[in-house]
Structure formats: C-alpha cells, structure tokens
C-alpha cells in the first residue's frame, strides 16, 4: 500500500469513526429514553454505494452488521470481506433471478415479501453452507388495506394483511429461518411523515406474528433519519447508512 493510501485510510477511517460514535451516542440517548438496554439494539450498518474499503475499515473499528441492497455489489463486496467476521444483510428488492447469488452470501434477507420469492429462497438455500437463511418479512404499511401480495408493486413489501402467509411459507421452508419483520417508514399514505405511528404498528404486527412464531423477534426498523422513532416503538436492528458513511454519492 503507497503512503498516500495508508494516509487516505487513516482519514477515512477517522471519519468513520466520528460518524459510528454520533450514531451509537444516538441509539444509547433513544435506549435510555425508552428504558431499553443497549444490547436490545441492534446496529446494521448500511454500505451500498461506498467501498469493500469502507466495509472492512467498519469491521476494524467494531462493526459486525452490514447491509446491502442490490445483488451486484453486494455479491462483490461480501466476496472482497470474506475474511472478516461480519454478518451480512440483504435489505433491497430481490428478483426470484438474483435468489441464487444472494443465498451465497447473505445471512438475513429483510426483503422478503412474496410466496414465490420464498420458494425460491428455500429451493437455493436448501443445502447451503452457512445454514439456515434468516428471513425477514418486509412489510409496506402504505399498502394496508389495499393489496394482498406485494409482488407486483414498484416499492418492496406486503401490505399487513398478507404477512401471515408469507410468514407461514417461510416458517414451513427447509433451509429458511423466519426472523422477524421489517420495513421502511412510508412515504405515501396515512403514515407519511409520522414514522413513530408506522413504527408502532409493526411491533402490532410483529407481536402478532410471535404469537404463532415464538422465535421470530428481529424487529427491523429505522433509519438515519427515524432511529429514534423506531427505538422508541421498540425495534430490536436499526438500518443506518448515511448517518455513518455520509451522504451517498449517487444511487447508480
Ligand atoms: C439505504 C437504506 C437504509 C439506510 O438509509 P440511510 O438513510 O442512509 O440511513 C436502510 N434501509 C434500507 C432498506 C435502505 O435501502
């Protein structure tokens, strides 16, 4: 590694630092404020569109969480880290033709939203390596009322109404571990702008789940701009990009 390299490291991974401890010092403020233990609170740090440089500066300074959110660079990076002791998440759209690619890698799928797509997920992950495949089912509170199946729709997840047989497909697939829920704050509909009251009716649902899934606890919610919000409510990993690794360059 050239000087200048070594010199850029230490810059970045000073800044990365300073962006982790803002964010820790933010989860600990919410913990405290919804009398949570810190260890409730899970970080998964966010990496798309920064480098496997990035990654593995994370993974020096503690992070053990990351996520992705698109096939391609995801499948890279993960094979560019592979000697680091890192879990990796899956948290983007997946199409049933990535399913292969991204049970190589992956250790939770956030993303996972119609019948269909478990059935892949299961036929892949079947006899893979790492084990079972932790699934989360991803769902869009924007859609409540309206659609049974997510699959069709431009935005990712299932609308509230069609969790239990998504969940059920999972629960009942060799090679799949049903974890939890997760979702995105709504943009649109009757939750856009108050990300506490979306929050809060994912841990409805996601308490409805554990009644008949005992184990499925992971509760996945919050972002850079709603961590809070989602501690408050009572999410169990929070999701933070920006807040870390700063402002994306471009999406691609
Ligand atoms: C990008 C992304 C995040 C992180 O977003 P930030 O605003 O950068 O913290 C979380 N969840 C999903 C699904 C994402 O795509």
Redesign the pocket.
């Known amino acids: 590694m050239s000087g200048t390299d070594g010199r850029q490291d230490r810059e970045r991974a000073a800044e990365l630092a300073a962006g982790l401890t803002r964010v820790e010092e933010r989860i600990a403020r919410a913990c405290d404020a919804a009398g949570r233990a810190r260890e409730d609170v899970t970080l998964v740090v966010?990496t798309?569109t920064h480098p496997a440089r990035d990654v593995r500066l994370l993974a020096e300074l503690g992070v053990r969480h990351v996520?992705e959110?698109r096939d391609q660079e995801a499948a890279r990076k993960a094979e560019a880290c592979a000697d680091l002791p890192l879990n990796w998440h899956f948290?983007?759209q997946l199409q049933t033709n990535k399913v292969r690619s991204v049970v190589g890698y992956a250790d939770f799928v956030?993303?996972v939203d119609r019948p269909r797509l478990v059935t892949a997920l299961a036929a892949a992950a079947r006899d893979r390596p790492r084990g079972p495949l932790n699934c989360l089912v991803q769902v869009a509170l924007e859609k409540e009322g309206t659609a049974r199946s997510g699959g069709a729709e431009s935005r990712g997840g299932v609308a509230p109404e069609g969790v239990p047989e998504v969940a059920t497909a999972i629960a009942a697939a060799h090679g799949l571990r049903l974890a939890g829920v997760?979702t995105?704050a709504p943009l649109v509909g009757a939750y856009a702008g108050r990300p506490g009251v979306a929050f809060e009716r994912l841990i409805d649902i996601a308490k409805g789940l554990r009644r008949a899934h005992p184990a499925a606890s992971m509760v996945s919610a919050g972002?850079?701009?709603d961590l809070e919000e989602a501690i408050a409510a009572g999410a169990t990993h929070v999701?933070?990009?920006?807040?870390?690794?700063g402002v994306?360059q471009s999406l691609r």
């Open positions: 966010v798309k996520a959110n948290v983007g956030h993303s997760m995105v972002m850079s701009a999701r933070v990009g920006s807040a870390v690794l994306r």
